[in-house]
Antibody, heavy 127, light 106 residues
Framework: QLQLQESGPGLVKPSETLSLTCTVSGGSITSSTSPYWGWIRQPPGKGLEWIGNIHYSGNTYYNPSLESRVTMSVDTSKNQFSLSLSSVTAADTALYYC??????????????????WGNGSTVTVSS | SYQLTQPPSVSVSPGQIAAITCSGD??????VCWYQQRAGQSPVLLFY???ERPSGIPERFSASNSGDTATLTIRGTQPMDEADYYCQTWDDSTAVFGGGTKLTVL
């Protein structure tokens, strides 16, 4: 059974870069049945916000509102994928989830959905 | 940008039917999925492709999508169903979440 575990600093200073890693176990990050990986965040007491997706080949989709600050990458040798978010502010304080995604196709569009979630990693932006 | 609108809260008595709506422009032309998030836990996929139920999701949960509204229905609601529920779709290469609905079972 696929399991995901986030890791990284719980406290980041304003203007610095938030970095998180997600370790995949119980399956390969290059699996043909589940080759898409993503990050979602949830500010305290609020709803879910999609950050972006990455294919193990490196192809990415980012939330337009975060795109200028986000970088995602995959390390197939470690079965891990990572998130970097630069120039953070207090508004980036959230519970960050990594996830495995699947997709279906309708007409001309792929629809991604999250079928496995990590436990989440709390990141606080504060000096 | 595309938006999905959910009621902030829904209340239901145990054993009754709960319906949670998710509205968006011409939503019927898109696939919708639903997630359940119990307090202090990670979300869980309830439905994808409008009404496809992953294995392990109880049959008392059902979902549909027509017109501008997708609906998650819970029949015979149980106290354990008390949670936040989120709809999600995809638009212009961007994932869109609804704001979430808190279901209270009382």
């Amino acid at each position: 059974q696929l399991q995901l575990q986030e890791s990284g600093p719980g406290l980041v200073k304003p203007s610095e870069t938030l970095s998180l890693t997600c370790t995949v176990s119980g399956g390969s990050i290059t699996s043909s049945t589940s080759p898409y990986w993503g990050w979602i965040r949830q500010p305290p007491g609020k709803g879910l916000e999609w950050i972006g997706n990455i294919h193990y080949s490196g192809n990415t989709y980012y939330n337009p509102s975060l795109e200028s600050r986000v970088t995602m990458s995959v390390d197939t040798s470690k079965n891990q994928f990572s998130l970097s978010l630069s120039s953070v502010t207090a508004a980036d304080t959230a519970l960050y989830y990594c996830a495995s995604l699947s997709r279906t196709f309708l007409v001309t569009t792929y629809y991604y959905y999250i079928d496995v979630w990590g436990n989440g990693s709390t990141v606080t932006v504060s000096s | 940008s595309y938006q999905l609108t959910q009621p902030p809260s829904v209340s239901v008595s145990p054993g009754q039917i709960a319906a949670i709506t998710c509205s968006g422009d011409q939503l019927r032309n898109k696939y919708v999925c639903w997630y359940q998030q119990r307090a202090g836990q990670s979300p869980v996929l309830l439905f994808y492709q409008d009404s496809e139920r992953p294995s392990g999701i109880p049959e008392r949960f059902s979902a549909s999508n027509s017109g501008d509204t997708a609906t998650l229905t819970i029949r015979g609601t149980q106290p354990m169903d008390e949670a936040d529920y989120y709809c999600q779709t995809w638009d212009d290469s961007t994932a869109v979440f609804g704001g979430g609905t808190k279901l209270t079972v009382l």
